[in-house]
């Protein structure tokens, strides 16, 4: 595990209509989204005193939260993840969930974590009982996402992004989910040690400067 570079900038549509003519050009759609477009929907977990979202806002330079995940409204692939920052830099950590796993760590039936193989379940375990941790909102968008190999880079650019509050109907595609205010368009660059210059000039965005937005932290507008 490492941890990786991040930048983010919020952009419009003009923005994000002149990268979707220039980023194919140098890198590549992500085999699991070639064309854009992915849907994207995650479960965040916080304590009851907001102890994830209250360290974003003062830019607590160590923290993490944790998120269940699937995409496209396929709950036969589900990830449990861990995403960790310090010193500006990120860490995300995974594994696997069966959709009857992620139902019952909704559900509040927890006990099987506790004996689970996989540490990161274990782990979110151990925070669930000693901090408080549950989940606490529903965080949907869509995304157009880019590889390129060199550098490990990932680009993305996620919109449309909606929040929910039925937090047990979270493997509901079909779940009620509104607008999260007015939301701007994200663009995200990560990559590894280094970032190469010709992705650096195709993610060139005029008078975009880098952004601490968090998609999270703008879904608890309701709540």
């Known amino acids: 595990m490492k941890y990786r570079h991040e930048w983010k900038h919020e ?12 980023l194919p ?33 003062d830019g607590v330079n160590a923290r ?13 692939y589900i990830m449990l993840e861990k995403k960790s920052k310090l010193n500006g830099l990120c860490l995300k950590e ?19 974590l506790l004996s689970c193989d996989r540490p990161l379940c ?5 925070k669930m009982q000693s901090q408080g941790l549950r989940p606490k909102t529903i965080v949907d968008y869509t995304r157009d996402p880019f590889v390129y190999v ?11 992004i909606r929040t929910g509050m039925l937090r047990t109907d979270f493997l509901n595609p079909k779940t009620l989910t509104l607008p999260a205010g007015d939301s701007p368009i994200i663009l995200e660059v990560k990559w590894d040690e280094f970032l190469p210059d010709i992705i650096r000039d195709a993610v060139g965005v005029p008078n975009r400067r ?11 507008i309701y709540g």
Request: one cysteine or more; a neutral charge.
């Open 64 to 76: 993490e939260k944790f998120r269940i995940r699937y995409y496209n409204d396929d709950t036969s």
């Open 25 to 57: 050009v140098v890198m590549q759609w992500d085999k699991h989204a070639p064309g854009g477009g992915e849907r994207v929907r995650s479960l965040y977990f916080d304590s009851p005193n907001d102890k994830a979202l209250r360290e974003k806002i």
């Open 122 to 126: 274990v782990e979110l375990y151990a």
């Open 94 to 112: 995974s594994c696997r969930l069966s959709s009857e796993e992620a139902q019952r760590i909704v559900d509040g039936d927890l006990a099987w």
């Open 11 to 22: 952009i419009n549509t003009l923005d994000r209509l002149t990268l979707l003519s220039r």
């Open 150 to 160: 060199p550098g490990n880079v990932r680009v993305t650019i996620d919109y449309n």
């Open 210 to 220: 880098v952004s601490a937005f968090s998609k999270y932290q703008q879904c608890r």
